[in-house]
């Protein structure tokens, strides 16, 4: 090896030894000091050849695009220097040393540190190599994700940013991407809750060339989720209660996390009452107790019912009701066969498109809309099948009410005629 900054002195012995020349005066130094000042006898047998020979084979082969390993000799505020094994020592820039902004060497680096760096030009014209730190870490955290993902291990990242689709971390440098629809094996209403948050994940895609990294923490809650559901539909029973959580709510219900299994509840099995909405009865984040109605593992379908026993309105309704009794309802939905009025107690009866009116009706929308208070006549009562009739048009025959109330509206000068009067107008006798 050659004396750190002797590089151009032991050059210049060089080309003097090949032209045959003699340098007098000058100090040249070996590991082994086989050359000394003044021409002074080589401690040691061997040719000038041989001692040139041997500092050319120290010296290392550098190409740009190579990581090698170097040891830093000077730190500055703007620079470092670093020896690399080649016959010039190599510079790294301020910004070349890390991805950190407004960063200070002398804070990251130190002189005998051992560094891997990356050669970016052999010459950058001033005879120095252009060296870059950052970069070669860039490639060793490269082979270090690849080993990651071959070995099927996770890592930890934090939210730098919400982006269109997904979310961006930065890993050691890198910047990776998360997808939307790998942030969570649940469903997620807005990324923004995650900015910031350090996760568990796992690496799904990587290409060095491209410098492509994709993430996922669903891949982690999926495999969680799989074993704590295994313990879920082991132990799963028709008819038993279980408590969860409301976790999604969609117009047909509302999706209950079980505790690593999804159920549904859907909308006809939330109340024992009509429901339109789910957010009606329920809302996200929500305890529920339930009752497991029926499962199928094999199509990872559980149909769960929120509606208790103890409420529901026809287990009294033959104390509730009597055929011939006249209550208001609200009308709840129009069918073209009729519309649907719920009773007070919860329960929808219909009303046939011919008990609606006396008139002919083409269009139930014509003469009723949702959201309509009516008045309702009680026809038959289906226990059984949890059927009620209804009639409005007898209802309104009904509201004529007893004629007995009117006995003496003659001797206050009314007539029958007088009350009943626009009750008979489209009558002909």
Same mark, same amino acid.
């Given at each position: 090896m050659y004396m750190e900054g002797n590089i151009k002195l032991y050059k210049e012995f060089r080309d003097s030894f090949n032209n045959n020349y003699v340098l007098e005066g000058v100090y040249y130094m070996t590991t082994e000091n086989l050359i000394t000042e003044n021409n002074e006898e080589v401690k040691e047998e061997g040719t000038m050849k041989d001692v040139i020979g041997n500092i050319d084979e120290s010296m290392v082969n550098i190409n740009s695009g190579d990581?090698?390993?170097?040891?830093?000799?000077?730190?500055? =505020?703007?620079?470092? #220097?670093?020896?690399?094994?080649?016959?010039?020592?190599?510079?790294?820039?301020?910004?070349?040393?890390?991805?950190?902004k407004e960063i200070n060497p002398m804070d990251i680096l130190k002189v005998d540190d051992e560094i891997f760096v990356y050669i970016m030009k052999v010459n950058d014209g001033e005879g120095n190599v252009q060296l870059s730190k950052k970069r070669?870490?860039? #490639?060793?955290?490269?082979?270090?994700?690849?080993?990651? #993902?071959?070995?099927?291990?996770?890592?930890? $990242?934090? $939210?730098?940013?919400?982006?269109?689709?997904?979310?961006?971390?930065? @890993?050691?440098? $890198?910047r990776a991407f998360i997808p939307a629809s790998q942030m969570s094996n649940a469903y997620i209403e807005d990324l923004q809750e995650f900015k910031g948050k350090t996760l568990e994940v796992k690496v799904i895609e990587l290409d060095k060339e491209t410098k492509k990294l994709v993430l996922? +923490?669903?891949?982690? =809650?999926?495999?969680?989720?799989?074993?704590?559901?295994? @313990?879920?539909?082991?132990?799963?029973?028709?008819?038993?209660? +279980?408590?969860?959580?409301?976790? &999604?709510?969609?117009?047909?219900?509302?999706?209950?996390?079980?505790?690593? @299994?999804?159920?549904?509840i859907h909308v006809s099995e939330l109340s024992w009452k009509r429901v339109t909405e789910?957010? =009606?009865? @329920?809302?996200?984040?929500?305890?529920?107790?339930?009752?497991?109605?029926?499962?199928? +593992?094999?199509?990872? +379908?559980?149909?769960?019912?929120?509606?208790?026993?103890?409420?529901?309105?026809?287990?009294?309704i033959s104390s509730t009701y009597k055929t011939n009794d006249i209550v208001e309802g609200t009308v709840v939905r129009i069918m073209d066969f009729g519309a649907f009025v719920q009773l007070p107690s919860g329960i929808d009866g219909l009303v046939h498109l011919s008990e609606i009116s006396e008139d002919r009706i083409e269009k139930v929308s014509d003469v009723l809309k949702v959201g309509?208070?009516?008045?309702?006549?009680?026809?038959?009562?289906? =226990?059984?099948? &949890? &059927?009620?009739? #209804?009639?409005?048009?007898?209802?309104?025959?009904?509201?004529?009410?007893d004629l007995s109330k009117y006995n003496g509206e003659e001797e206050q000068g009314l007539t029958l005629g007088d009350i009943f009067k626009n009750k008979f107008k489209d009558f002909k006798f």
């Open positions: 990581v090698v390993k170097g040891k830093v000799i000077s730190v500055t =505020e703007d620079e470092v #220097l670093v020896n690399i094994g080649y016959m010039t020592d190599g510079v790294i820039a301020k910004e070349e040393i890390s991805n950190q070669a870490d860039s #490639l060793k955290v490269w082979d270090k994700l690849q080993a990651i #993902l071959d070995e099927d291990k996770t890592l930890e $990242i934090t $939210i730098n940013e919400i982006v269109k689709g997904g979310a961006t971390a930065n @890993v050691e440098g $890198i996922s +923490r669903k891949a982690i =809650e999926k495999e969680e989720s799989e074993v704590k559901g295994n @313990v879920v539909w082991d132990s799963l029973k028709k008819g038993e209660k +279980r408590k969860g959580v409301i976790t &999604r709510l969609a117009k047909f219900g509302a999706f209950v996390d079980l505790g690593g @299994v999804d159920g549904l789910p957010s =009606e009865i @329920v809302s996200v984040g929500e305890e529920v107790e339930v009752t497991v109605l029926d499962f199928d +593992r094999e199509k990872s +379908r559980i149909s769960l019912g929120l509606k208790a026993a103890a409420g529901n309105p026809w287990n009294n309509d208070v009516v008045k309702v006549k009680i026809g038959d009562i289906n =226990e059984k099948d &949890r &059927r009620i009739s #209804l009639s409005i048009k007898e209802a309104l025959d009904k509201s004529y009410g």
